[in-house]
């Protein structure tokens, strides 16, 4: 079992659409949490830091529980621009990284 | 602030060569670590240093050297290229409770 789980998707949306992504990790003791965006093989890019109050930019909001060890991300109001992978983050020893979420948005 | 920089950004071997992708950054951050992302695939851990002078294996190690003399560089070098190493590699970084900065990878072709 890996260390860190995503959706495996793909997420296919319509513009406007709201779609949410989740992330469960195995090791109670992480400390920190991220989401990446990833765009067609280029480096991965850092979408927000997740915080036990939960936080918000935007369209996006992330979300921590750290009882069931679980992050998402929502995304409001889907964008053509938001069609990515989207990549869970919780650095701790030496699996990271989830596989990621593909999310295509539609017109 | 240049952030992590890589090279190069493409490079094409031949089998049984050997090469070094460099890896540098200018934040000061103790943590450095070197992926490769097949297509369609999530990012893989090759090998990690912690500070200056130590290296550990990741979860794909092998056909694979690096080294860290200093903070700011984490060099990862191909022994013998096989076409199986044919792949997207990124180096990263980062520091304490922060997230990661990747470089803009490197496209390695084996043939």
């Known amino acids: 079992r890996k260390e860190v789980e995503q959706d495996p998707g793909p997420f296919n949306v319509p513009e406007g659409a709201t779609v949410a992504f989740n992330c469960t990790y195995s090791?109670?003791?992480?400390?920190?949490f991220f989401w990446y965006r990833q765009d067609c093989r280029k480096e991965p890019k850092l979408l927000m830091s997740?915080?036990?109050s939960g936080n918000e930019d935007g369209r996006f909001t992330a979300q921590l529980n750290r009882a069931s060890q679980y992050i998402s991300l929502l995304i409001r109001d889907s964008k053509l621009s938001d069609s990515a992978t989207y990549l869970c983050v919780v650095p701790w020893g030496k699996s990271t990284f989830g596989d990621g979420t593909t999310l295509t948005v539609k017109p | 602030n240049a952030g992590v920089t890589q090279t190069p950004k493409f490079q094409v071997l031949k089998t049984g060569q050997s090469m070094t992708l460099q890896c540098a950054q200018d934040?000061?951050?103790?943590?450095m670590s070197w992926y490769r992302q097949d297509p369609g695939m999530g990012l893989r851990l090759i090998h990690y240093?912690?500070?200056?002078?130590?290296?550990d294996q990741g979860e794909v190690p092998n056909g694979y050297n690096v080294s860290r003399s200093t903070t700011e560089d984490f060099p990862l070098r191909l022994l013998s290229a096989a076409p199986s190493q044919t792949s997207v590699y990124f180096c990263?970084?980062?520091?304490?409770?922060?997230?990661?900065?990747f470089g803009s990878g490197t496209r390695l072709t084996v043939v």
């Open positions: 934040m000061n951050h103790e943590y």
């Open positions: 090791n109670s003791a992480s400390q920190s």
């Open positions: 997740v915080y036990s």
């Open positions: 240093s912690v500070g200056a002078g130590i290296t």
């Open positions: 990263a970084s980062r520091s304490g409770a922060e997230g990661y900065t």
